[in-house]
């Protein structure tokens, strides 16, 4: 933006200052005060007023005049101890007239003349004192309250005398005199004189220091023009938008750490109200929200350094929260030349200079001994806050890059880059502290780097552009690896504990890159799976594993260049996978020929998602050109994006892919090799995708009892000519495609033949062109043939048809009629080769392989992954059986399709719900898949089973799904009434429980989970309705927490909130003990009768007891009850009458839905609105 005259910029300050917004300002600037009432003859007031005065006086809190003045009706001054009546002068932001002026004399006149009708008050009240005291005919008791009281109204005329003459002072000889001056002038004497003089002299200095700085006042704007927007928020403070209205009323008391660190706070809240940020209040505001102290590790021999924190959760769920981008330091690499110079500084308390609108001061208030404070101010904990604060100081940084400065700017921290601008270091610098001096922030010297360095410390990161590189300050890192061998020895830790160390090492990714991603992602996968923060939990093998690592990383390990670094690719490898395998092709750029490499998916492998393939096909790809690829720089193209991603980012929200690219991370440096992953369409990946989707058919290997026998006979034998990394049986084997641990591929264009032993079970159509390599290099080999005689290598083996060739030295015929299979196929074959990949039997273990034995005869193969296993092993078990059943037996797997229908017929005739014969159709299916028949040969997929099933549908409809009905008001209180009381009127502890536990679900719309989370001591008690904070709920992913208003009855039904007070009473419940499971070890009367035997409050007694309690109410038995209703009912009762009497904005925000088809689950149409339907149609 170009640089404006002064007259322009007059301009748009005139056409500021004649917007609506500054002239209600200046009407509430120029507002004065009320006169006082006419009615000053109430001495009832009088007297309730200088009573409670007197009871409450204290010698440092002069309130005698406000309580006076409050008792005939008017309006005390707030806090007007001598203070200039104007605003908008918070923290430095100085935008109105610094001298005394007409209105601020007229103020003056206005408060002598009030003060002045104080006094003829005050002596109007003591002449009815005087009237009143009578001695002969009083009590003595009485007669000295009059005395107290007269004392107290004498006193009141000497202050109100005593700040007339104060006030009349401001009015003679200027305001800032009077403020300036702190005597108590009753009579002005001579010395008094003096001090006025001298308090007019230290003015008059102040308003020519005042007056110097106006020079630069001209251009105090300038940074700030940039949009009308900004000019309002610096004139006028910035305004909060709420969502749906500003918050309800509340209280919110002060945390435990702010009442055990008394001291420091206080000390805190005065440094506030002293410099502006925030003021005392002397009536209650709208929201008190509480304070608290936070603890920063500031190293292992220091002690923890302490913040105060004003905790606006509860004002925050109401501000519409603007999103915005932080500038980020990466940013320095587009700046930062080599040997480049840099110079830092911090702004001191940066929020505080920023002014709030005067409408919305009592919503960000607090409370401490007592009294009431209000922020003028921007608070710390505020959401908003730093997009009203970047959005200012962005002014600024526009400003300077205007000027040409190059910097990067965060919040309240800036870091300049020296030499863009072409200007000197000193002028350059000098320029810009002058601008911040103006524009009224302080500069924190202390976190401030003001001499140029080509190695600085900013935002926690260490910037060298000598080495051109990003590191972690020394003391940071020491701080961080002192935390981590702590939490290691003490082998327990915490939620909070593992997010703050995890936090710590995202703090490190500019520095140190993926790892920091990569290695702290089972600490979050930790923290999400506990509901409270601060609960002990055992540190996991997982988590500890991950804190080893950066125990044992050095702080330059991992450096991130600051600049691009331009890498000649010596490497490049194409991969992917299908639904049974991978395949992957590896270019030299060097001129070396072109490697292919595939293998098979396991069967859990094959379950999983189509990324998670990819990813397995990302790390045996480099297993198995590790030969080719070690110590390079290596291009990965794939067509995964989400693969791709989550190899950029270093890590993933899922287990099992998080783990996959820990694998991969370890396996890269292993080799030495430097991964860069590129997406390119499935049209260019178009020989991997071919590679994945082969079948080989001669995926197969002889059973390893019969090898190990010829091992014995003919062995060692060295190498495994024709093997994979599945069906291998030896450690060194050959392969026809790359492969993990392959040692070569194409055992027959090598030369080593006659080196080795070799162990050779070949595709059958092979034999002949072995026997041809065989004989060339007069080789020893033990070769697996099948006795075919009409084979076209059979006369090569057997000349004569009677004889074997003399090359053939020694020769066993192996049984086929045997209890074990003679051949086993590998992870490609078919049904059993399935069996041996999901039991993950080594096939060289012998006692393995005749545990497998045993096995065989009674197990059915499936994909035992998870809760599928669950489902369809016991479903497809039936159908073994009663093919078995049949005569003649039929066979399971491969089946007939008209074995398939009949068996689904045969449910459908015998099962209630559709459900049954979907299961079952889904097994056969899933085995028949797993045994790899063809899928257009699946017998479930036949037209005939098709038919079936949807005759099955027509038959069940739909089905019947296990939602209980919502509970009625009317049944639930006849219910509580009848439950948790005895014959004999006494009620149990356990029985209030559960009737409380009813009523306060079905008014909140709470789940069992959300009960589990009402902690006794985040409640508050009201006279209309409680409120309790749920830490945590089903639904509540980022931990955000949840305030619940429940109403007390109108007595119509029940009350859960007077409920929950006898709970507490009846339980001695308080603090940190949950209102529903509180009552186990609690000092109570317990009930023996009912059968809860000490147990904790768990889902199956709480919806036991519920519906034992409606039982009671019905007159039905708990039967009957149980089919109709449970814990959800109550819920869905809840939310059925709420939804019919509110909006649905509030009747969505009270459930915490999260969509609106969520919600309306739990709504159950009434009769009236299902037929107003059709009525609306009028006909």
Known sequence: MDEISDAQLEEKIAAVKGSVEYATYKAKL??????????????????????????????????K?????????????????????????????????????????????????????????????????????????????????????????????????????????????????????????????????KRLKQAKKAVAERYAKIEKEKAGKKNLNKPFVGGPLVVTWVLFGVPLTWINGPPPSSFFPNSPTALAEEEFVTEAMLGLVQSGAAEEWFTRPEVISPLAVAYRDTGPDSPPKKRLIWNGRYVNSFIVVQKFKYESLAIVRDLLGWYGT??????????????????????????????????KALPFGLAPAPFFFTKITNELAARWRRQGAGLVHYLDDFLFIQGRSGRPFAVEQASVLQDVEDSGFLINKEKSTLDFQRLIE?????????RGVFFVPQKKWDSFQARVAFTLSRQWTSPRELSRLAGKIQSFTLALGKVCQMFSREMYFEVESHSSWDRPIPLTEAVAGELRFWQSVQRRQF????????????????????????????????????????????????????????????????????????????????????????????C????????????????????????????????????????????????????????????????????????TDKNALLPRFNSRWWCPGSENVDCFSLTDWWLENNWCNPPFGMVGRLLEVLRRFSAVATIIVPYWTGRHWWPLICPDGQNFAPFIRDWRELPRDTAEALFLPGAGGHLESAFWRQVEVSPRDPLEQELLRSMKTDMVTTRAVGSWCNSYLGAFGRFSRWC???????????????????????????AETYSVVKTASRAIFSVHEVALVPRDQNPTKSELCKAVREQAKRKFGLGVKNRKAAMPVALLAVGIRLYHSDSKGCFSIIRLTVACMGAVMWAGCLRYSDMKMVWVGAMRFYSTHMVFLLCHRKNDQYRDGDVVYVSRGSGKHFCPVDLAETLIEAGQLSGAVNLFQGWDGRKAVRDPQVPLNGRHMDYHVCRREIVRMV?????????????????????????????????????????????????????EPSTEERVAVTVAADY
Not at 51 to 63: D, L, T, W
Not at 111 to 119: G, R, S
Not at 458 to 466: A, E
């Open 1111 to 1163: 039982a009671q109410g019905t007159g039905k038995t708990e039967e009957e009850v149980r089919q109709v209703f449970g814990t959800q009912s109550m819920r869905s009762g809840g939310a059925t009458v709420v939804a019919r009497k509110v909006s649905f904005e509030d009747f969505m925000r009270h459930g915490h839905w999260m969509t609106a088809s969520a919600a309306t689950r739990y709504i």
């Open 458 to 466: 900013f935002l926690g990161v260490g910037i060298d552009s000598v």
């Open 30 to 63: 120029n507002e004065t005060i009320p006169k006082l009432s006419d009615d000053d003859k109430n001495l009832q007031s009088y007297l309730a007023a200088l009573v409670h005065e007197q009871r409450n006086r204290s010698s440092n809190q002069p309130g």
């Open 884 to 910: 078995r059943e049949r005569q003649p037996p039929r066979d399971p797997c491969p089946a007939l399709a008209v074995t398939v229908a009949l068996y689904l017929r045969f449910l459908t005739d015998r």
């Open 652 to 723: 993933s929200s899922k287990h099992a892919l998080h783990r996959l690219v820990v694998d991969i991370f370890w396996e890269c440096t292993r080799l030495g090799v430097s991964l860069y992953p590129v997406w390119v369409p499935r049209e260019l990946n178009a020989q991997a995708d071919y590679l994945a989707g082969i079948y080989d058919g001669d995926d197969w290997q002889l059973n390893p009892h019969w090898f190990h026998w010829l091992d014995s006979l003919w062995g060692p034998h060295t190498v495994d000519r024709f093997g």
């Open 65 to 193: 005049l406000d309580a006076i003045l409050q008792s005939v009706g008017a309006r005390a001054p707030e806090k007007r101890k001598l203070q200039r009546p104007t605003a908008w002068t918070a923290g430095g932001f100085v935008h109105s007239k610094q001298g005394g002026s007409k209105s601020e004399d007229l103020s003056c006149k206005r408060q002598f003349e009030t003060l002045d009708k104080a006094d003829d008050v005050f002596f109007s009240v003591k002449q009815q004192l005087e009237g009143l005291e009578q001695p002969a005919s009083m009590a003595e008791e009485e007669l000295t309250k009059i005395k107290k009281i007269k004392a107290a109204v004498e006193e009141g005329m000497l202050w109100a005398e005593t700040q007339a003459q104060v006030v009349d002072i401001a009015f003679k000889f200027g305001w800032p005199t009077a403020q300036e001056f702190e005597g108590e002038p009753v009579v002005v004497t001579e010395e008094q004189e």
């Open 559 to 650: 450096e991130a260049p600051i600049w691009p670094v331009f890498l000649a690719f010596r490497n490049r490898m194409w991969t992917d996978a299908g639904g049974t395998g991978w395949g992957a092709v590896l270019e030299a750029v060097t001129g070396r020929l072109e490697q292919v490499a595939r293998g098979h998916l396991s069967l859990a492998e094959r379950d999983a998602s189509s990324t998670h393939r990819e990813m397995v096909g990302y790390l045996q790809a480099l297993r198995s050109f590790s030969g080719f690829v070690q110590g390079s720089t290596l291009k990965l193209y794939t067509d995964s994006q989400a693969g791709c991603q989550i190899l950029e980012k270093g």
């Open 342 to 375: 840099l110079w830092s500084f911090d702004l001191t308390s940066g929020y505080h200079h920023v002014e709030l609108h005067s409408d919305f001061h009592t919503y960000v208030a607090f409370s401490w001994k007592g009294r009431f404070y209000v922020f």
